[in-house]
């Protein structure tokens, strides 16, 4: 069974560095065709896909946070890595962690709530 868990600060403040990790256990992060994507839901909003990470370690990003937004992944640890820079309040949100694949987006960690505020 494959299970995700989402890491990290629970708050930051405005202007600086967002940074999750996500850890993958009982499977791999660079089995095939699988992407492993961050999807966050800020308060009274629908969900939003900010990116993924391909089995073959090729990031692919929301273009709406293209230019602020990073996605690597160390294979050693299991693990996925979102880097989101500048933040201002309106990133405050639940960020998930999702295996995609050909079965859809089975596969999702519970979620951390991320605030930006001062």
């Known amino acids: 069974q494959v299970q995700l868990r989402e890491s990290g600060p629970g708050l930051v403040k405005p202007s600086q560095a967002l940074t999750l990790a996500c850890t993958v256990s009982?499977?791999?992060?660079?089995?095939?065709?699988?992407?492993w994507s961050w999807i966050r839901q800020s308060p009274g909003k629908g969900l939003e896909w900010i990116g993924n990470?391909?089995?073959?370690?090729?990031?692919v990003y929301n273009p709406s946070l293209k230019s602020r937004a990073s996605i690597s992944r160390d294979t050693s640890k299991s693990q996925f890595t979102l880097r989101l820079n500048s933040v201002t309040p309106e990133d405050t949100a639940v960020y998930y962690c999702?295996?995609?694949?050909?079965?859809?987006?089975?596969?999702w960690g519970k979620g951390t709530l991320v605030t930006v505020s001062s």
């Open positions: 009982g499977g791999s992060i660079t089995t095939g065709y699988y992407y």
């Open positions: 999702v295996r995609d694949g050909r079965d859809g987006m089975n596969y």
């Open positions: 990470i391909a089995y073959s370690g090729i990031p």
